[in-house]
Antibody
């Protein structure tokens, strides 16, 4: 079945970096963009950007442009999201999710989430 | 493109009709999706293209709207529908609304 399986929980110190992986299975990896969304404790959903696995092209909102890098490994059908210069307010559950590239579709499959805790 | 959801929370009885609205700050055509999220779980896609029901989603969920004003309606609230609902504009920069928590009355 279609799945996105994410890497495990992370505990990081302020100023460090974190890299979360998202392994896709059950579909053609290059047919869907991979989006990253985070959710701070008790808060709403925040979109962090997407990567097109086919071309490697990315799109980040201004808020994250200086700190986030999204990559993919087509040999293992895995997407990665790296966030640098972590702050305590980056503590959140980070989700990867897939979406067709055309604008009228929603995000139809989500990973299980990766908890990232930033604390000294 | 900022999305404003209202209300931020509501209380309702099982069997009630519930309506949640989502307003975009500029025209987004029909590029809007709705999600349901339960505590500790990833969101689940309910509606895309403003009014298209995702496969497997019960028909009591209905989406409508175009341009800047959108609505999610649950025709007869069921116990499993108590959750938080988010709208998302699905164009190039897919931002989310702030969420609406639906609680049991």
């Amino acid at each position: 079945q279609v799945q996105l399986v994410q890497s495990g929980a992370e505990l990081k110190k302020p100023g460090a970096s974190v890299k979360v992986s998202c392994k896709a299975s059950g579909y053609t990896f290059t047919d869907y963009y991979i989006h990253w969304v985070r959710q701070a404790p008790g808060q709403g959903l925040e979109w962090m950007g997407w990567i097109n696995p086919n071309s490697g092209g990315t799109n980040y909102p201004q808020k994250f442009q200086a700190r986030v890098t999204m990559t993919r490994d087509m040999s293992t059908n895995t997407a990665y999201m790296e966030l640098n210069r972590l702050r305590p307010d980056d503590t959140a559950v980070y989700y990867c999710a897939r979406k067709l590239g055309r604008p009228y579709y929603g995000v139809d499959v989500w990973g299980q989430g990766t908890t990232v805790t930033v604390s000294s | 493109i900022p999305l404003t959801q209202s209300p931020s929370s509501l209380s309702a009885f099982v069997g009630d009709r519930v309506t949640i609205t989502c307003r975009a700050s500029q025209d987004i055509s029909n590029y809007l999706a709705w999600y349901q999220q339960k505590p500790g779980k990833a969101p689940n896609l309910l509606i895309y293209s403003a009014s298209t029901l995702q496969s497997g989603v019960p028909s009591r969920f209905r989406g409508s709207g175009f341009g800047t004003d959108f609505t999610l309606t649950i025709s007869s609230l069921q116990p499993e529908d108590f959750a938080t609902y988010y709208c998302q504009q699905t164009n190039s920069f897919p931002s989310f609304g702030g969420g609406t928590k639906v609680e049991i009355k």
